[in-house]
């Protein structure tokens, strides 16, 4: 199957709420192109040394996402184009975008991932800490960022009752922090989560954006 044939059966299963986000890390240009050509805007990479090179060669009006761990150092290469930072872990990092952000200036749309895997390695806020950062007033200060809602990585497992479980447990917060009276600078608008693995459930359990590497491009060299 091409990459435009795994686009179009993988756009059908999507409702139209939902955004795919292209996952092209480990991906060359051509590959790319191609998905860009099949009409897709939205990329997602998981590291600031792969992403800032293809940002600079690729077409401007692709949207780019940062899916994986961000390293506060980092930061100020990606501050000028990245469209949605999905993986914000901790709040010395928001404080760093909100740095860089301001130096530009501009705003910069952001995701809280929480750790809802029961592994020990996955990075992430625990559901007690994020409602912690949304009450304090630590987030007063910080002007040129936008949280626009949560990401999450379900366990890497066969168990499918398990990961539905752990997505379950992450719209819930989802839906319970809208609930909440929240600074203006957070909106529960977006969550992210699902992969090629666990998709069709995250789907299922209200994901708005899932994040499809391998079901698109094949199986990664290097993953
Ligand atoms: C690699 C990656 C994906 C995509 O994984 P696939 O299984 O290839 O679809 C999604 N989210 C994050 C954070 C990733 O690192």
Same mark, same amino acid.
């Given at each position: 199957?091409?990459?435009?044939?795994?686009?179009?059966?993988?756009?059908?299963?999507?409702?139209?709420?939902?955004?795919?986000?292209?996952?092209?890390?480990?991906?060359? =240009?051509?590959? $790319?192109?191609? !998905?860009?050509?099949?009409?897709?805007?939205? #990329?997602? +990479?998981?590291? %600031?040394? /792969?992403?800032?090179?293809?940002?600079?060669?690729?077409?401007?009006?692709?949207?780019?996402?940062?899916?994986?761990?961000?390293?506060?150092?980092?930061?100020?290469?990606?501050?000028?184009?990245?469209?949605?930072?999905?993986?914000?872990?901790?709040?010395?990092?928001?404080?760093?975008?909100?740095?860089?952000?301001?130096?530009?200036?501009?705003?910069?749309?952001? =995701?809280?991932? $929480?750790?809802? !895997?029961?592994?020990?390695?996955?990075?992430? #806020?625990? +559901?007690?800490? %994020?409602? /912690?950062?949304?009450?304090?007033?630590?987030?007063?200060?910080?002007?040129?960022?936008?949280?626009?809602?949560?990401?999450?990585?379900?366990?890497?497992?066969?168990?499918?009752?398990?990961?539905?479980?752990?997505?379950?447990?992450?719209?819930?917060?989802?839906?319970?922090?809208?609930?909440?009276?929240?600074?203006?600078?957070?909106?529960?608008?977006?969550?992210?989560?699902?992969?090629?693995?666990?998709?069709?459930?995250?789907?299922?359990?209200?994901?708005?954006?899932?994040? %499809?590497?391998?079901?698109?491009?094949?199986?990664?060299?290097?993953?």
């Amino acid at each position: 199957m091409s990459i435009q044939e795994n686009l179009l059966g993988l756009v059908k299963e999507i409702p139209r709420a939902c955004k795919l986000i292209v996952v092209s890390k480990t991906q060359p =240009l051509e590959k $790319i192109r191609e !998905a860009y050509d099949a009409g897709h805007r939205d #990329f997602g +990479e998981n590291r %600031v040394q /792969e992403m800032t090179p293809k940002y600079e060669v690729l077409p401007k009006n692709i949207s780019w996402h940062l899916i994986g761990h961000l390293q506060t150092n980092k930061v100020k290469y990606i501050a000028p184009f990245v469209s949605l930072i999905h993986s914000v872990d901790s709040p010395k990092l928001l404080v760093e975008i909100n740095k860089q952000a301001s130096k530009i200036p501009r705003i910069i749309p952001c =995701l809280l991932q $929480i750790h809802i !895997a029961g592994e020990e390695t996955k990075f992430g #806020f625990s +559901e007690q800490e %994020v409602l /912690e950062l949304v009450h304090s007033t630590s987030l007063e200060g910080l002007q040129n960022i936008a949280i626009k809602g949560l990401m999450g990585m379900a366990t890497f497992t066969d168990n499918k009752e398990q990961v539905r479980r752990e997505f379950r447990n992450l719209k819930t917060l989802f839906e319970k922090l809208k609930k909440q009276v929240l600074p203006e600078s957070v909106k529960m608008q977006e969550l992210s989560m699902g992969m090629s693995g666990d998709f069709i459930i995250a789907l299922e359990e209200g994901s708005t954006m899932i994040r %499809v590497g391998t079901a698109i491009f094949g199986q990664r060299k290097h993953p």
